[in-house]
């Protein structure tokens, strides 16, 4: 099976490609647009800023060819963001596979912006996270969400409840980051690559 991993100023490449090492998958890191074309399977990480993300994906034309993708692709964290069609971090046109916005929390005076650490996810409503126990417990890094809307396929809760993972078709898009979840995030990259 061929996995690319889009390359752009993301930062968590590395850590993805050595998750799929561990399972058995030697992706190919890339921007070449052929290469994501052909790929089995395309995961589409990120760490960092909305706006910088997307200057990056347009200039390279990347953004036209990740929606227009028609093998399983994952979207992580800011990827996911990437996904939907605005975030509020400054002010960015994202890519509207999936219809939500993605806004900041608001703080509450008690937790703590951005989320730094594990939290549950639950309501599971994909084949994404067949075999996870309920309430299974995934690594979090982020101060922008989500909210739970109608591709919402698992749900968290810090400060409010939103979406922990979004499916549309052939995309899907999880907020935490499974290459840091240990057994559970492993299970759920898993499940990713046996896709039918």
């Known amino acids: 099976m061929k996995v690319a991993i889009v ?15 561990r399972l058995g998958i030697s992706p190919v890191v890339t921007d070449h647009i052929e290469e994501l074309q052909k790929a089995d399977r395309v995961i589409f990480p990120g760490v960092g800023e909305a706006s910088t993300a997307m200057q990056y994906l347009k200039e390279r034309k990347l953004d036209i060819v990740i929606k ?74 982020h101060g922008y969400y989500a909210a739970l809307g109608p591709d919402t396929i698992a749900t968290t809760h810090y400060i409010l409840p939103y979406s922990a993972a979004l499916q549309k078709n052939n995309f899907y898009g999880v907020q935490f980051h499974p290459e840091k979840s240990a057994a559970v995030g492993e299970k759920i990259l898993q499940n990713f690559l046996d896709i039918v």
Request: aromatic share 12%; hydrophobic share 35%; with cysteine.
């Open 7 to 21: 390359k752009y100023n993301a930062g968590n490449i590395l850590s993805v490609s050595y998750a799929l090492d």
């Open 68 to 141: 227009n993708l028609e093998q399983p692709v994952l979207g992580i964290c800011l990827g996911m963001q990437l996904l939907c069609s605005y975030s509020e971090e400054n002010d960015t046109t994202c890519l509207s596979v999936f219809d939500e916005r993605v806004v900041s929390f608001l703080p509450n005076g008690t937790d703590k912006i951005p989320q730094v650490g594990w939290n549950t996810i639950s309501e599971y409503g994909s084949p994404l996270f067949n075999g996870l126990v309920p309430d299974a417990y995934c690594y979090f890094v």
